[in-house]
Nanobody
Framework: QVHVVESGGGLVQPGGSLRLSCTASGSIFSIDTMGWYRQAPGKRREFLARLSTTQRTTYADSTKGRFTISRDNGKNTVDLQITSLNPEDTAVYYC??????????????WGQGTLVTVSS
């Protein structure tokens, strides 16, 4: 079984910063990509950024330079640093993992999300 867990969300003032973390664990042979998405109330889930095993990074245009994705020190861990937060950034942030799972092959796995609330 594979688990994807996000952490680091919470309440933050406008202009503040947050660092979200995601860790994948379980029967993982290898990981192709790890990425971040978010979903605001009443909106579709939108792509933010992803990082491949070849260290190729892709950002959505909507990030506008305020989002930085990186691999943390631990294995199968990816972080998302967000700066200059505004109320429009309020959303549930999800970690997405595309990996080779034991006995299953390639599979896309989602975390349950972490809530970021920016209060004005």
């Amino acid at each position: 079984q594979v688990h994807v867990v996000e952490s680091g969300g919470g309440l933050v003032q406008p202009g503040g910063s947050l660092r979200l973390s995601c860790t994948a664990s379980g029967s993982i042979f290898s990981i192709d990509t790890m990425g971040w998405y978010r979903q605001a109330p009443g909106k579709r889930r939108e792509f933010l950024a992803r990082l491949s095993t070849t260290q190729r990074t892709t950002y959505a245009d909507s990030t506008k330079g305020r989002f930085t994705i990186s691999r943390d020190n631990g294995k199968n861990t990816v972080d998302l640093q967000i700066t200059s937060l505004n109320p429009e950034d309020t959303a549930v942030y999800y970690c997405n993992v595309v990996a080779v799972i034991a006995g299953e092959g390639y599979r896309e796995v989602w975390g349950q999300g972490t809530l970021v609330t920016v209060s004005s």
